[in-house]
Structure formats: C-alpha cells, structure tokens
C-alpha cells in the first residue's frame, strides 16, 4: 500500500512538470510565430490646425419689462414666441389707483378755469377804472398758480399712466411672459421678457483655445448642416460659473430663416502645425498614448504625446521621419515580436 501512494504522488509530480513545460512551449511558439502586418512611412507634413466647437443661436438683445410701481396686473396682451413692434402694448396694471389723479387733473382744470374768468373780468373793469392795478395784480396771481397747479396734476397723471402700462421699445419676439393676469407684482419685478429680432451665433471656448483667439477672426459655421461665414465678435473675459469656458460671440452671414436656439458647429482656423501626422485609428492606449513600428524584423512599440488633432488626423511627438508605422496587425504583436510586411521579414530603417 505504501508503494502504492509513492507511485502516485511521483506519477502527480511528473504530470505536472510535463504540463508546465508544454504551456511554456506553447507560449515561446506563440511569441516565435512571425506576425503578418501592414506599415506606413511616416513623414513630416503641414497640416491646418482648426478648433472645433458646438454652440446656439442666441438673440442679439434680451430686455425684461417690470412697472415703476406695485400692483396687480389687470392684462397681458402677449404671449410666448409672439412677434411684437415697437410700440405695442405689453401688459398693463389695474388703474383704481388712477382715478383719483384724474379727479385731481379735473379739479385742477375748473380751479384754473375760475382764475382765468376772474382775471379776464378784473382786466375789464381795470380798464374802466373800475378795478385798481392791486386787483389786477392778484387776480393775475391766482390766475398764474392755478395754471401751475393744473400742469403738476396733468404731469403726475402722464406718469401715473406710464408706470401703469408699459410697451415694446424695439421690435422682437417674446421670449417669456413671467407674470400672470390678476397676479399681484412687486415694483421692479419682471412681467414680460423680449428678445430682438436680431441674433448671434456663441460658443464655449477653454481657457487654453480662447488665448488664440482675437476679435475679427473669420470662421466657418455650419447652420443646418449649410456651410456659411461668420466673424468673432466679442470674447468675454470672465468664464461661465457652470461650464466654466469663455463665452465667444459671433456674427453669422445667413439669409436662412434662423431660430432661436439653433445648434450650430463652428471651425476657427488657429494656423498650420509642421510634424508626423497619422490617423487617429492607428493609435493605442493602455493608459499611455502609444504606437508600433517595424524596425529590424521586429515590432517596437513608440510612446508617443498627442500635439494637435484635425479631423479624424493627429500630430504626435515620439515618432521620426522615416519609421514604418504599424497600421494593420498592430493590436496582435507586442514589443519584440518577429513581423513580416507581405510575408517579408522587415529589415532595419537607416534613420
């Protein structure tokens, strides 16, 4: 029996030697096999550099309406996206409070209307010698402050008729209405919201592609997927609290019907970058930007740091003028693996 275990445990043991040595063997015929691959000559090449951006169409001009004074909104006359002229009404407030000021015009008016008889019959009798200049004098008095009074009260109505209705001062669309019929609102708060008819293209720049950038640079918008012109008109300095990029605006030459709130995809042309250029599908990553190259019959692998993108093309640095790319087969080699470009061993690169 004793013999019996000995046996088994040296059969055991030698089993499994036998199968390390096979997965060792399978491993160093896996590595020895010649990888079949494609390559490309890198060379140095001029490319354009562009910045790519999305952005909207947004309107020249957003103006929000309030009334001078408190109150409770009698009506409103327009509504969302409605187009509006200059002039027209927008919103109104319950008048009760008016009617007292027009009472006060209307008495001012009789007091005025009273002084100016009494004047004018002074006048006649000073003329007749009926009347001393004296009572000439302070009938025309009477007479000068009831006029005054009667323009104060025509004023303060003019006012009170202004605070109470407010109009469009320039033609647009309504962008909001914030208040409600019959709601009551604070002075100052905001009813209505209107946007100009005019608009403007903007975009998000980062911090980094805004300092290329200069007020009066062409670019190239696609609106609708239509190609047109554009100009960088302004380029604020203060970043958005939420995104945090550099809001950008441009001017669009357009004859299209544009919509508040269009996508639009905007190029700027930056310059033109001098270096090895390759597609962006033939690079890879493991958590470092990196490429193959056939060099001396074998594969090695090129870290590489990524300058500037077009397209779907890329500028690196960790290439040389002349190497021979990996561009087919490139995800089954590893570093030192054996290649052969149309079943030929590569040979070495004279740099």
């Keep these: 029996m004793k013999r019996c275990r000995i046996?088994?445990?040296?059969?055991?043991?030698?089993?499994?030697?036998?199968?390390?040595c096979g997965s060792n063997e399978a491993k160093t015929t896996e590595n020895a096999a010649v990888k079949p691959v494609s390559v490309l000559e890198v060379q140095d090449e001029i490319r354009p550099?562009?910045?790519?951006?999305?952005?909207?169409?947004?309107?020249?001009?957003t103006k929000r309406y309030s009334f001078k004074t408190a109150g409770k909104i009698a009506e409103i006359f327009v509504e969302e996206g409605q187009k509006v002229r200059?002039?027209?009404?927008?919103?109104?407030?319950?008048?009760?409070?008016?009617?007292?000021?027009?009472?006060?015009?209307?008495?001012?008016?009789a007091n005025y209307d009273f002084a100016r008889d009494y004047y004018?019959?002074?006048?006649?009798?000073?003329?007749?010698?009926?009347?001393?200049?004296?009572n000439l004098d302070e009938a025309e008095l009477k007479m000068t402050q009831a006029a005054y009074s009667l323009e104060q009260a025509q004023k303060v109505l003019e006012l009170s008729n202004d605070e109470a209705l407010f109009t469009a001062d320039s033609d647009g669309?309504?962008?909001s209405v914030i208040s409600r019929k019959n709601e009551t609102v604070a002075a100052g708060s905001p009813v209505v919201a209107l946007c100009s008819s005019a608009f403007k293209g903007r975009i998000g720049l980062t911090q980094e592609d805004v300092s290329q950038?200069?007020?009066?640079?062409?670019?190239?918008?696609?609106?609708?997927?239509?190609?047109?012109?554009?100009k960088i008109t302004i380029i604020n300095k203060i970043p958005d609290e939420e995104s945090r990029t550099y809001p950008v605006d441009l001017s669009i030459d357009t004859e299209q019907d544009v919509s508040i709130g269009s996508i639009i995809r905007v190029v700027i042309r930056t310059g033109t970058e001098k270096g090895i250029w390759i597609p962006l599908n033939y690079l890879l990553n493991d958590g470092e930007d990196y490429v193959f190259v056939a060099e001396n019959g074998r594969a090695k692998r090129r870290n590489v740091k990524l300058k500037s993108?077009?397209?779907?093309?890329?500028?690196?640095?960790?290439?040389?003028?002349?190497?021979?790319?990996?561009?087919?087969?490139?995800?089954?080699?590893?570093?030192?693996?054996?290649?052969?470009?149309?079943?030929?061993?590569?040979?070495s690169v004279e740099q």
């Design 7 to 20: 046996f088994l445990i040296m059969a055991a043991l030698l089993f499994g030697v036998s199968a390390g």
């Design 49 to 61: 550099v562009s910045l790519h951006y999305t952005g909207t169409i947004e309107p020249e001009e």
């Design 86 to 109: 200059k002039g027209d009404k927008l919103a109104l407030l319950e008048q009760n409070s008016l009617s007292l000021t027009e009472l006060d015009v209307d008495k001012a008016q």
């Design 120 to 134: 004018e019959k002074i006048a006649v009798l000073h003329q007749e010698g009926a009347a001393s200049a004296q």
């Design 173 to 175: 669309y309504v962008l």
């Design 213 to 230: 950038i200069a007020a009066g640079d062409e670019v190239d918008v696609f609106l609708n997927d239509e190609p047109t012109k554009g």
């Design 309 to 347: 993108i077009l397209e779907d093309e890329v500028c690196v640095e960790g290439l040389q003028e002349g190497e021979l790319l990996i561009t087919e087969g490139m995800k089954s080699v590893k570093d030192g693996y054996e290649v052969t470009v149309e079943g030929k061993k590569v040979e």
